[in-house]
C-alpha cells in the first residue's frame, strides 16, 4: 500500500483528494494551497473556533454559517470557501483540520517533498530548525518539510516522525531508557 493509499483511504483524505482534482483542473492549485495553509492558520490560532467545529451543541447551519464567514474574512478564495461550507453541510467540520493536513501531505506528496514531525521540548531556534531539516535531507536524499512542535515532557532532546518511522532523541525517552537498565542489572 502507498503512502497515497493511506492518506486517501479514509474521509478526510477522501475529501482532500477531492479538492485536489477539482483545483488541478480548474488550474488553481497554487491558490487552494496558500489558502488552506491560511484556513489551517485560522484554526490553530482561535481556541474557540476549534471547540465550536469540535461540539455538537452548535447547528450544523450555524456551523456552515460561521466557517463560511470567517473563510470569507481570511480573504480566502472560492474553492476553499465552497470546500469549508460543503464539509460544514455534510457534518464533518470537526475533521476540517484532518482534511487540510491531507491535502497538505498530497501536495507534498505531489512534489516530492517528505514531511517530517518535529517535536521538540522547547521551540527550536531557525538555526536549530535549518541543521535538523538540513540532516534529514542529506540522510533520505530528498526534500524535507518539517512540521514543528513542542511538549515540555520530552524534557530537552527531539523526537521526529517521518511516516510511519520514529527517530526519538529525547531526554525522556533516555532516561527511561536508563532507568529499564538500572532496574535490570
Known amino acids: ?24 483542473e480548474a488550474g488553481s492549485l497554487e491558490t487552494v494551497e496558500k489558502d488552506m495553509g491560511s484556513l489551517k492558520a485560522v484554526l490553530e ?11 455538537p451543541v452548535f447547528a450544523d447551519e450555524d456551523k456552515v454559517r460561521a466557517l463560511v464567514a470567517i473563510a470569507g474574512k481570511a480573504t480566502l478564495g472560492k474553492w476553499v470557501t465552497n470546500f469549508v461550507g460543503t464539509v460544514a453541510q455534510n457534518r464533518r467540520a470537526s475533521q476540517l483540520p484532518a482534511m487540510i493536513t491531507a491535502f497538505q501531505n498530497l501536495m507534498s506528496l505531489r512534489k516530492g517533498i517528505r514531511i517530517a514531525r518535529v517535536t521538540s521540548a522547547k521551540k527550536l531556534t531557525v538555526t536549530q530548525t535549518g541543521n535538523i531539516g538540513s540532516a534529514l535531507e542529506s540522510a533520505l536524499g530528498c526534500s ?8 515540555p515532557s520530552l524534557l530537552g532532546g527531539f523526537v521526529v516522525r517521518i511516516g510511519s518511522k520514529l527517530y526519538d532523541n529525547s531526554l525522556k525517552t533516555r532516561l527511561g531508557n536508563l532507568k529499564v537498565a538500572l532496574e535490570s542489572a
Do not use: C, H, K, W
Open 144 to 151: 524535507v518539510e518539517l512540521d514543528t512542535s513542542v511538549d
Open 45 to 55: 490560532a482561535s481556541a474557540d473556533l476549534q471547540a465550536m467545529i469540535n461540539t
Open 1 to 24: 500500500m502507498s503512502r497515497q493509499d493511506i492518506i486517501i483511504g479514509e474521509t478526510p483524505g477522501r475529501y482532500a483528494q477531492a479538492l485536489l482534482e477539482l483545483a488541478d
